[in-house]
């Protein structure tokens, strides 16, 4: 029987034994086993940011990180010159491809993204696109007192304009007290949140149409504004042919500032997109395009948040409140959205530029 | 010459999807546009993680919704089931608008249908892949890929009216999007500044120069110590060393056995058999160190036709 040692028990050797490089017969084999246990390194730094796990890598790791970088660029450098091993060359080429985008990709966190995002991003992205702003609100107003004077002239236009579902009772001639009792507050809360989850789906999903059909150089997204406030004003007159004016824009305003400013700023980032396309300027039309999409999106970002507001605005106090509360609630909400997207953010903006 | 592909062709080919970026230190750094088959399959992997996982959700919350409907009498519609509506509806908003733009905006910035396929999103630019292009290029993907597939779904065709047929006509556009440009971009793509890149992950191969006739020229087999001459190993060039390089790393035989002839042939010496590796190798380490030598002077050989 063997007399026990210490030396029984043996970690596995960490890294499987390189060959011994003065064994190796062509230099550049010789100059790559000089520098693998660095590529290595760097490697298995690499795969462990790709996993996110950035907190597991020790201080020594993190400062290593762009040395071994530098070091691997130089490595491929020297081994395009030196060295026909293709594996050898693959695998550097992709080493220092992805170490470049984990050492020159400085991201920042979602969240810290977010804070940014909010204090002032978004602000500014508003402001970039104003023109575009006031050309979407102009042709909604347009578009709503269209709809308004068609109907007026003759009321068969509200059949060809608002589909039968979405009227109900809603129609021109309809009595004052089915008109009135279709803006009437609703009792109990019941049902209204699910109703509120639908209604924020369904716009959400109006307003990415509105801007990604800014792709054709923005045409589709203002015709859908167009159409869709023509429908409103139809709407309106229905109202205020009975002298309820008054009642049916409180009702809609709850929510509808938020609401239609939302549809509005959607077709504005997707014209944005189409305006920048058609006339780039000094730029590329690809980089403008770039540039332009990225703009767009941001407002998109608080169009979706805004069409959260809304729902839940739609779903509760629109139904619960009365038509003064109502009223209140509407302006309340168009100060508040105008305020933080034109008039924040300024002082940052001359910050950064 | 037959339908073989010449070398210099095959690498036009290839030169074609590469690009070709320059690192600060001033090394170029090759990225090849990852081809449009494998975005496809990316993709339809995607929808299909995607699909399974919403309609599995939707299944459980549905059965918990049945349960809490079977103890309780009716009354209207219960707050359990109006809560799980809700939860419901956004779920499945969010996971089919989220679910790209959360994984893109991610380290790898890829979905793990791209991670499987080994391809990832960039910035066109070179600099880094924001999140504002992240949800640029998943909004749009609205209207390339899911609207017209509903609108193909629901829509008539033929004598009932041409909506289908004008959902069709929108979803080929954006399909056929990638083939009329030469960076294989999406609309998408376009908008967000982005394209798609392969991002393979080799690893690194054993060195062939440490062991074997690779390091002596010595057939283990026979004893044999097999030389050439300057004007036999002058034949071949780079690309042909590559490939003798990928055949011994395989290490198929029949492949080997085949390559050790034709090479024989070449250079004039007679094919014998039984150790075709150990001549393969010997070849290998000795054309490699010459083409080497040549190139620290200067002198590149791209192929056996230059």
């Known amino acids: ?85 293709a594996s050898t060359l693959g695998y550097l080429e992709s080493l220092v491809q992805r170490a470049w985008f984990q050492v020159y990709g400085p991201r920042i966190g979602l969240f810290a993204w977010l804070r940014k995002f909010f204090t002032g991003g978004l602000s500014r992205a508003m402001q970039a696109i104003w023109l575009d702003i006031c050309v979407a609100l102009a042709v909604s107003v347009a578009g709503a007192i269209t709809g308004w004077l068609l109907v007026a002239r003759d009321s068969e236009w509200f059949y060809a304009l608002v589909p039968v579902q979405m009227a109900g009772p809603r129609v021109p001639g309809a009595s004052r007290e089915v008109l009135l009792d279709s803006l009437k507050v609703e009792e109990s809360a019941q049902g209204l949140s699910a109703f509120a989850a639908q209604l924020f789906t369904n716009n959400a999903g109006v307003s990415i149409l509105a801007f990604a059909l800014g792709f054709a150089f923005g045409i589709p997204s203002l015709l859908l504004l167009v159409y869709n406030m023509a429908l409103l004003g139809a709407m309106l007159w229905v109202y205020s042919s009975q002298g309820l004016t008054g009642e049916f824009v409180a009702w809609l305003s709850v929510h509808g500032t938020t609401e239609l400013f939302a549809i509005a700023l959607a077709g504005a980032a997707g014209m944005h997109i189409g305006r920048k396309m058609a006339f780039p300027g000094q730029k590329s039309i690809l980089a403008a395009a770039a540039e332009s999409g990225q703009r767009a999106a941001q407002v998109m970002i608080g169009v979706v948040l805004m069409l959260i507001f809304a729902a839940v605005l739609e779903a509760f106090p629109r139904q619960l409140a009365g038509t003064e509360a109502r009223a209140i609630i509407g302006g309340f909400m168009l100060l508040f959205w105008l305020a933080y997207f034109f008039a924040y953010g300024r002082r940052n903006e001359g910050r950064a530029a | 010459m037959s339908g073989r592909a010449l070398p210099s062709q095959l ?119 924001t999140p504002e292009a992240v949800v640029a290029r998943n909004l749009l993907r609205d209207i390339e890929l899911f609207l017209p597939l509903i609108m193909l779904i629901s829509a008539p065709f033929g004598s009932e009216g041409a909506a289908g047929w004008a959902g069709t006509l929108w979803f080929m556009v954006f399909l056929l999007f990638p083939f009329f440009n030469k960076d294989r971009m999406r609309a998408g793509d376009l908008i967000a500044g982005t394209w798609v890149l392969d991002a393979p992950k080799p690893k690194l191969a054993e060195t062939l120069s440490t ?96």
């Open chain 1, 1 to 85: 029987m063997k007399a026990p040692t210490l030396a029984m028990f043996t970690r596995a050797p960490e890294m499987e034994t390189v060959p011994d490089i003065e064994a190796a017969a062509l230099r550049s084999d010789r100059f790559r086993l000089e520098r693998e246990g660095d590529w290595k390194r760097l490697d298995h730094i690499l795969t462990r940011l790709e996993k996110g796990q950035l907190r597991k890598l020790s201080d020594e790791e993190v400062v290593e990180l762009p040395a071994l970088y530098r070091m691997a660029a130089s490595s491929l450098a020297v081994a395009r010159e030196t060295s026909l091993d």
């Open chain 2, 11 to 129: 690498r036009e080919r290839r030169a074609k999807r590469t690009r070709t970026m320059v690192t600060p230190e001033g090394v170029a750094l090759p990225l090849t546009i990852a081809s449009r088959g494998t975005r496809a399959s990316a993709l339809i992997l995607d929808l299909i993680f995607l699909l399974v996982g919403t309609v599995l959700a939707s299944w459980l919350l549905f059965s918990t919704a049945l349960g809490s409907v079977a103890d309780k009498e009716l009354n209207g519609i219960p707050g359990s089931i109006e809560f799980l509506f809700v939860v419901w509806s956004i779920f499945w908003f969010v996971a089919w608008n989220g679910y790209f733009m959360f994984f893109e905006m991610g380290p790898r910035g890829a979905t793990p249908g791209k991670r499987i396929c080994g391809i990832r999103v960039a910035s066109r630019d070179g600099g880094r892949l």
């Open chain 2, 211 to 306: 062991a074997g006739t690779v390091a002596t020229g010595t057939s283990d087999v026979t004893g044999v110590k097999y030389k050439f001459g300057a004007d036999e190993l002058s034949i071949y060039g780079e690309y042909e060393l590559q490939t003798l390089e990928r055949v011994l790393r395989d290490g198929r035989t029949q492949a080997i056995e085949a390559v050790a002839e034709t090479v024989c042939r070449k250079i004039g010496w007679n094919p014998g058999s039984g150790d075709e590796r150990a001549f393969l190798e010997a070849f290998y380490s000795q054309l490699r160190a010459r083409l080497e030598n040549d190139m620290r002077f200067g002198k590149r050989k791209a192929d056996k036709f230059s």
